[in-house]
């Protein structure tokens, strides 16, 4: 099992930039596709990035050129580099393993190990 911890989340203006990062324990995530997801409260969770075994990425539209998600498998650690920050991407933040090495889409069934999630704010 594969344990997540997310960090880096805060404050920011819009326009400005942050840094997350989800550092994996356990059983090395290198062979697994791996993503972010976002919550609003009183909203659905939504995908926002995944990267697969291959490197692959993927972003939803809304983040598409402003998200870079990557990962570092020396330090088993996942991160999206937010740039151009928006008020909407106020959320709270997860990363998420998924059972695949590549990445079937969004479905929570397809992810078997959440983080605690961290909280974005990004103020007009």
């Known amino acids: 099992q594969v344990q997540l911890v997310e960090s880096g989340g805060g404050l920011v203006q819009a326009g400005g930039s942050l840094r997350l990062s989800c550092a994996a324990s356990?059983?090395?995530?290198?062979?697994?596709?791996m993503a972010w997801f976002r919550q609003v409260p009183g909203k659905e969770r939504e995908p926002v990035a995944a990267?697969?075994?291959?490197?692959?990425?993927y972003y939803s539209d809304s983040v598409k050129g402003r998200f870079t998600i990557s990962t570092d498998n020396t330090k088993n650690t996942l991160y999206p580099q937010m740039n151009s920050l928006k008020p909407e991407d106020t959320a709270i933040y997860y990363c998420?393993?998924?059972?695949?090495?590549?990445?079937?889409?969004?479905?929570?069934?397809?992810?078997?190990?959440w983080g605690q999630g961290t909280q974005v704010t990004v103020s007009s």
């Open positions: 356990g059983r090395t995530f290198s062979s697994y596709a």
């Open positions: 990267i697969d075994w291959s490197t692959s990425t």
């Open positions: 998420a393993k998924s059972r695949w090495s590549y990445y079937r889409g969004p479905s929570d069934g397809d992810f078997d190990s």
